[in-house]
Nanobody
Framework: QVQLAESGGGSAQAGGSLTLSCVVSGYIYSTYSMAWFRQAPGKEREGVAL???????AYADSVKGRFTISKDNVKNMLTLQMNSLKPEDTATYYC?????????????????????WGRGTQVTVSS
């Protein structure tokens, strides 16, 4: 089993910054992917940023150039640095660990095993 705990959410003004963290514990395979997703009220969950164990990165078009995903292997922590925030970034943000090492947001969302989710942290951006 894998346990995930997000922190760092809160409120920010448009143009501001927030940093989300996700502490990961449990058994992680040697090949894996980790990702941030978000879900706004009334909308489907969508991928934001993805990092694979080989170092590959992927970002949603809506956050490219503004958000940065990183992983600290010593602290077992996944981080999402969010800059130039916009009101449309308002959502609950979830971290995910995929021991299946899937490489796309869609394949992670459709996974039925080896996938673990955190409980989410709220981000609210005001104009």
């Amino acid at each position: 089993q894998v346990q995930l705990a997000e922190s760092g959410g809160g409120s920010a003004q448009a143009g501001g910054s927030l940093t989300l963290s996700c502490v990961v514990s449990g058994y992680i395979y040697s090949t894996y992917s980790m990702a941030w997703f978000r879900q706004a009220p009334g909308k489907e969950r969508e991928g934001v940023a993805l990092i694979v164990s080989d170092g590959s990165l992927a970002y949603a078009d809506s956050v490219k150039g503004r958000f940065t995903i990183s992983k600290d292997n010593v602290k077992n922590m996944l981080t999402l640095q969010m800059n130039s925030l916009k009101p449309e970034d308002t959502a609950t943000y979830y971290c995910a660990v995929d021991n299946g090492a899937r490489r796309s947001f869609g394949s992670i969302l459709s996974a039925r095993k080896l996938l673990y989710w955190g409980r989410g942290t709220q981000v609210t951006v005001s104009s």
